[in-house]
């Protein structure tokens, strides 16, 4: 008889605490990390009476948490990949919107600055377009240390939040491993029970790490979860964590690395997702290269336009200096380097068309140095010795050492990375803009022949003879002409002559006598050969092997830009996607479902009123057989 | 499928802002009226359109340079044409002055004309253009390039010939050297000259000169002896090249040239053939200038005069053909810029167009893809309320 009492109480705390469980569900239902609990009911062990076997009832068993372990993977790993393309993602679409489709009006004021030249050719004596000109220099000079700017501040930017990130890693390392400690503790306690709440706690944790990091987890016997960064570099093992560092580059002390403090040792290459890889990654692959591609074309610019200046005559009749300047290329040796040997980097004369815009490590083993190239991985040994009279040259660039280095000895040669930002005007004067051809030509008055002489070219305008007056004349029989009175040369109608560092032909049948001069052209500033030259430049092939003009880099650079944007928009969206697919699969699992909370609450709510019901009805039973006994 | 709540709200969410930032674009190109404004929503055609854009502003400064050629081209023209007028005004001075019945205050007179044609031809060398340049300074064109001299005038200028670029690969002069237009001038027939021997006392004065045979004529310098009755001796150095008879009005033919004389050459009179050699506009002036005034005293400086006033005309004729081929080139090149320009501005059309398809935006395409966003929209934020109403809570 005391059966029905116990079997209904049983029952009667069981669904209560199936309703405070529902309850709780629905309470939680919005809390993040928050996974769906059911309670576990088992009949309790009855007793035998020797013939049947009845119930003895309901107990709670457990309270069961609905987690999949590997949907939760999933999850992780696919925020890691989101987490990193989002990251990636801010920095392309910064630029994007920065640069815009005229990479922030570099591309207009590099042609009004070709124009500004064009207008000195058909004005070569006109003060206003001279000014002109060095204004438009100007704003082409301040568009790229702009968009260098706007770059290097990016770089600024992505330091900040890896050093924000690298906080927020090593806090939450440090709750899971001391959620590990009350996980191990709190298990044991329960008689092998989990604490549901703290491993909501710790997955919720390690899913908001994986969003800043990609990470793998193993999980010990006693509950205690192990956390790996990277390429398994631990960072929780049990209830201890190995925190992670920012360390300054070891070639660049502006950019920061991602170090471990266990091992002290870069991980900066392991770490390739979460937001944290993101940042890396867009420094790497977005923001460094479009510095040196706009440092390419900068360099290519100032080294053009110098190079054609050089080549004429300002209205001093002064060969022309230089209009642009920039940051000579960079050579850093790495902190790690055992001596004080430095290095110094140019861009070979001739290097332009062989220059990229690539990084490389230059290393020494066995006094053997290799040049690698850090986007590709392809490594050359450059020609040379080092040194002032034979440096190192490959890919474009010259590299003289200091000293011998030491074995193991590196340094980063950025050739284009910094010229952007130092491209700066360097003439004031617009009287000093060589518009003049350096040199003229004129065939003597008194010549009967038939010939003309072109008005010449320069072929080296380092040659100190350069503007020193020749004149050439012809022999009798005119088949052949002397220079200067020197040995007679042998003519032939339209052929080169070279002297002095210039170069002109003399064209049709000469007289014997007629004499031919060639002489510095000062005092010719009305002349705008070399500005003609020089507005004609921006359609002339300079960059990779004479195939890219200045302004077609540019173009370039804005496809190469735009096109990875574009690529990281559609990776982004893609990854979304997936994550979305991946968080519906959790949520399939763990999520709350209010009407399926609102059944089960119904559910208990009624077996609750049933149980009570049999207590009752036990209750009068028993009343019954009281008042059965009083009777008799 | 399990689906809860949360997870209805996050997708929920999460398509709202895609469909958001979908409409946001829509806007942006409407109002900008650009089908991209970022390279990377279409990265191809944004380094195109760059491409285009500085062939655009190329070819717009081309014409730039194609106008300023222009205004110097038709700046050298006006000059020529008025040095081509003042030529013939001088060549008919010269004509009015050979005529026999003048006296030397007559001449005087015509002297005094012809210097103030020189002083005009001068001034005309001198022109400069609107920049303050002498256009016929060459690449000195700062420096004033014609100064009187006793001789006619020194030329302070160089042979450059400034270039201006009107097309990729096409460039056209915008001027001419003075040297050219005014320095570098044939004497005689352009090929030989005639002169008489100073002391030539007959009356024989040198007419019409040409070249009949050009592959005969060698270039040499040759002296047309007279002995009496009209015989002659043409030797080259001391080679006897012809002998012949000679009347009044006579023509002398030798290897390739044809000289016709008039009057009678005394014996011992001599002319000289010699191949044609530079001089200066302003060297001819001044030569006829001195004849003029240097007065006639005697039959035989009459015959001098005229022999000079002759070789005056023939050297202005040299002038004017010269100053003629130099307009006629200018005229070229004008033509040449005139029809670039016309190329250009097709080119420029194209252009606009290529970009315009490229970067413009198709509005009704824009506005029917914005209005199916703004529907999906609407209809997305209508099912979301529709289905947050249903909870069996409510029930309870």
């Known amino acids: ?632 | 499928m399990r689906v809860t709540q949360g997870l209805n709200q996050t997708q929920f969410l999460a398509s709202i802002n895609a469909l958001e930032s979908g409409i946001n674009q829509g806007q942006n190109q409407m109002s900008s009226g650009l089908q991209f404004t970022t390279a990377s929503q279409n990265p191809t055609a944004a380094g195109t359109v760059n491409n285009y854009n500085q062939a655009l502003a190329q070819s717009r400064q081309y014409g730039t340079n194609a106008t300023s050629a222009q205004t110097n081209l038709s700046t050298e023209d006006n000059a020529l044409s008025q040095v081509q007028s003042q030529l013939q005004a001088l060549r008919t001075l010269a004509l009015e002055a050979n005529s026999g019945t003048l006296t030397n205050s007559n001449r005087s007179a015509i002297a005094t004309q012809a210097v103030q044609i020189q002083n005009s031809l001068l001034a005309l060398a001198n022109t400069q253009n609107g920049n303050g340049e002498y256009i016929f300074g060459g690449f000195a064109s700062q420096a004033q390039p014609f100064t009187l001299s006793a001789a006619g005038a020194t030329y302070n200028g160089d042979q450059g010939q400034r270039q201006v670029q009107i097309a990729a690969g096409q460039t056209v002069a915008d001027g001419d050297n003075g040297d050219t237009v005014f320095n570098q001038i044939k004497t005689g027939n352009g090929t030989f000259t005639v002169a008489p021997n100073a002391l030539n006392s007959g009356s024989g004065i040198v007419g019409a000169t040409t070249v009949s045979n050009p592959a005969a004529y060698d270039g040499g310098t040759y002296a047309i002896a007279f002995a009496a009755a009209g015989a002659y001796t043409v030797t080259e150095g001391a080679t006897v090249v012809a002998t012949g008879s000679y009347t009044d009005g006579g023509t002398i033919a030798f290897n390739g040239v044809q000289v016709t004389l008039s009057g009678q050459p005394a014996n011992g009179d001599s002319f000289s053939l010699a191949p044609s050699t530079n001089q200066s506009v302003f060297a001819s002036v001044q030569n006829l200038v001195s004849a003029l005034q240097s007065g006639v005293t005697s039959a035989s400086s009459s015959t001098a005069l005229n022999n000079s006033i002759n070789a005056a005309i023939n050297n202005i004729d040299q002038a004017l053909t010269q100053s003629s081929n130099v307009r006629a080139m200018v005229g070229g090149r004008l033509n040449s810029i005139t029809t670039q320009q016309s190329v250009a501005t097709a080119s420029q059309t194209q252009l606009q167009q290529s970009i315009s398809t490229l970067q413009g935006l198709d509005f009704a395409k824009a506005i029917t893809t914005l209005d199916q966003q703004n529907t999906t929209l609407s209809a997305a934020l209508q099912a979301f309320n529709l289905t947050q109403g249903l909870s069996l809570f409510k029930f309870l």
Do not use: C, H
């Open chain 1, 1 to 632: 008889m005391s059966d029905v009492f116990g079997i209904s109480v049983s029952a009667l705390q069981a669904f209560q605490n199936a309703i405070n469980v529902t309850s709780n569900n629905v309470a939680n239902a919005s809390t993040p990390g928050y996974d769906r609990e059911t309670v576990n009911l088992t009949e309790a062990v009855p007793q035998s009476n020797g013939a049947a076997t009845i119930g003895a009832g309901v107990v709670v068993s457990g309270i069961n948490r609905a987690f999949s372990q590997a949907a939760a993977n999933q999850l992780n790993t696919s925020q890691s990949s989101l987490g990193q393309l989002n990251a990636l993602q801010n920095y392309s679409n910064q630029i994007d919107n920065l640069f815009g489709t005229t990479l922030g009006g570099l591309s207009t004021a590099l042609q009004s600055f070709y124009s500004a030249f064009s207008d000195v050719a058909n004005n070569p004596t006109s003060t206003a377009s001279r000014q002109a000109l060095i204004g438009q220099a100007q704003s082409v000079a301040s568009s790229f240390q702009n968009a260098s700017g706007e770059l290097n501040s990016l770089n600024t930017d992505v330091n900040s939040r890896i050093t924000a990130d690298v906080t927020q890693i090593n806090s939450i390392a440090k709750a899971i491993s001391a959620l590990n400690g009350q996980i191990v503790t709190g298990t044991a306690q329960d008689g092998g029970q989990p604490p549901n709440e703290l491993l909501d706690q710790r997955d919720q944790l390690v899913s908001n790490l994986s969003q800043l990091v990609g990470i793998s987890t193993t999980t010990d016997p006693n509950g205690a979860l192990n956390v790996f960064v990277g390429n398994g570099q631990p960072l929780v093992l049990q209830g201890q964590t190995t925190a992670l560092t920012t360390v300054a580059n070891q070639f660049n002390a502006t950019q920061l690395e991602i170090s471990n403090t266990a091992s002290s040792a870069v991980i900066s290459n392991n770490i390739t997702s979460g937001d944290l890889g993101g940042l890396l990654a867009a420094r790497a692959q977005v923001i460094n290269p479009a510095l040196n591609q706009l440092g390419q074309v900068a360099t290519a610019l100032s080294r053009t336009v110098n190079s054609q200046q050089a080549q004429g005559l300002d209205l001093s009749g002064n060969l022309g200096a230089n209009i642009f300047a920039v940051t000579a290329p960079l050579a850093t040796g790495s902190s790690r380097n055992t001596d004080a040997v430095t290095a110094s980097v140019s861009v070979s004369p001739t290097g332009l068309g062989a220059l990229t815009a690539n990084d490389y490590v230059l290393s020494f083993v066995g006094g053997t140095p290799k040049l690698t190239n850090t986007s590709d991985g392809t490594s050359v040994t450059p020609a040379g010795a080092g040194t002032v009279s034979s440096p190192y040259t490959a890919a474009g660039i010259a590299i003289v050492l200091s000293g011998t280095p030491a074995n193991g000895d590196q340094f980063l040669v950025q050739p284009t990375a910094s010229a952007a930002a130092g491209l700066k005007v360097v003439l004031s004067n617009p009287s000093q803009i060589a518009a003049a051809g350096a040199i003229k030509t004129a065939a003597a008055g008194t010549n009967t022949g038939a010939a003309g002489i072109s008005a010449g070219t320069v072929l080296d305008s380092t040659n100190s003879n350069l503007l020193t007056p020749v004149t050439i004349t012809f022999a009798n029989p005119p088949s052949s002409f002397s220079v200067n009175g020197g040995p007679a040369v042998a003519f032939a109608s339209g052929g080169n002559i070279n002297v002095n560092g210039w170069q002109v032909q003399i064209n049709g049948a000469p007289a014997a006598g007629d004499t031919f001069t060639v002489s510095g052209n000062a005092g010719g500033t009305g002349d705008n050969r070399n500005a003609l030259a020089a507005a004609n430049q921006q359609n002339v092939g300079v960059l990779q092997n004479g195939t890219t003009s200045i302004t077609g880099g540019i173009s370039g650079l804005i496809t190469g830009l735009g096109s990875q944007a574009q690529q990281i928009n559609t990776a982004q969206t893609a990854q979304s996607a997936v994550n979305a697919q991946a968080l519906s699969s959790v949520q399939s699992t763990s999520g709350v479902n209010l009407d399926e909370e609102a059944a089960s609450l119904l559910q208990w709510q009624q077996a609750y009123q049933a149980a009570a019901r049999a207590l009752v009805i036990g209750n009068s039973l028993f009343t019954t057989l009281i008042s059965a006994v009083n009777q008799g």
